[in-house]
């Protein structure tokens, strides 16, 4: 699969090309979001606000990228673009 940061970018470039329709396109969150923030808990719980910043920062990139806004790595992410 790939890297949360690629997920970004790549949803960003789809955002970035007009398109005909007023919808937005997005994607199923979870793999764009969710590797920094469960490393980041390691299911601890003195680890639960460094985990819920990992999260926010993935969020804020993917509304980014749901809007072709977003910068490649603008946001913190454990994992670098293949």
């Known amino acids: 699969?790939?890297?949360?940061e690629d997920s970004s970018i790549f949803?960003?470039?789809?955002?970035?090309?007009?398109?005909?329709?007023p919808w937005a396109m997005?994607?199923?969150?979870s793999?764009?979001?969710?590797?920094?923030?469960?490393?980041?808990?390691?299911?601890?719980k003195e680890n639960v606000e460094a985990a819920q910043k990992a999260l926010l920062a993935r969020a804020q990139a993917n509304?980014?990228?749901?809007?072709?806004?977003y910068v490649?790595?603008?946001q913190p992410s454990d994992q670098e673009s293949l």
């Open 1 to 4: 699969g790939l890297t949360e």
């Open 11 to 21: 949803l960003n470039a789809i955002n970035s090309i007009e398109r005909k329709g």
């Open 26 to 29: 997005t994607f199923s969150f």
């Open 31 to 44: 793999r764009a979001n969710q590797s920094s923030a469960l490393k980041a808990w390691a299911g601890k």
């Open 63 to 69: 509304s980014e990228a749901s809007e072709g806004k």
């Open 72 to 74: 490649a790595g603008s």
